[in-house]
Nanobody, 119 residues
Framework: QLQASGGGLVQAGGSLRLSCAAS????????KGWFRQAPGKEREFVAG????????LYVDSVKGRFTISRDNAKNTVYLQMNSLKPEDTAVYYCTARSASGLRGPYQYWGRGTLVTVSS
C-alpha cells in the first residue's frame, strides 16, 4: 500500500512537503514516483526516485523547485515542494513500479492528496 499525506492550501511562493508511506515488501523496495492531476488536465509524471541508487528524475516544470527523497528505514518517500505556483495545484499521487528505471508504467498507486496553491 501507498499512503500519501501532507497536502493542503498554501500561498504562491510557499512550500509543502508530501510524504508517502509504503507497506508490503514488493512496494517498499520498488522505485517510487509522484504524479499529479490538475482539474481538467491529464495526469502527469512529476518526479521519481530509484530505490537502490537514489537517482532521480523530474518533469521540467518542477526542476529546481521540487525535490524527491527517500528514507529506506522508514519506507517513506518525500516530495519537498518549494516556490509553489498556482499551476502546481493538483491532486498528487504516490506511485511505485517494480521494473528498473523511472520511466514507464507505475503499477501501484495510492490515494491522492490535494495541493492547492492560491495566487
Amino acid at each position: 500500500q501507498l499512503q500519501a499525506s501532507g497536502g493542503g492550501l498554501v500561498q504562491a511562493g510557499g512550500s509543502l512537503r508530501l510524504s508517502c508511506a509504503a507497506s508490503g515488501r514488493t512496494i517498499s523496495t520498488s522505485n517510487k514516483g509522484w504524479f499529479r492531476q490538475a482539474p481538467g488536465k491529464e495526469r502527469e509524471f512529476v518526479a521519481g526516485i530509484d530505490w537502490g541508487s537514489s537517482s532521480t528524475l523530474y518533469v521540467d516544470s518542477v526542476k529546481g523547485r521540487f525535490t524527491i527523497s527517500r528514507d529506506n528505514a522508514k519506507n517513506t518517500v518525500y516530495l519537498q515542494m518549494n516556490s509553489l505556483k498556482p499551476e502546481d495545484t493538483a491532486v498528487y499521487y504516490c506511485t511505485a513500479r517494480s521494473a528498473s528505471g523511472l520511466r514507464g508504467p507505475y503499477q501501484y498507486w495510492g490515494r491522492g492528496t490535494l495541493v492547492t496553491v492560491s495566487s
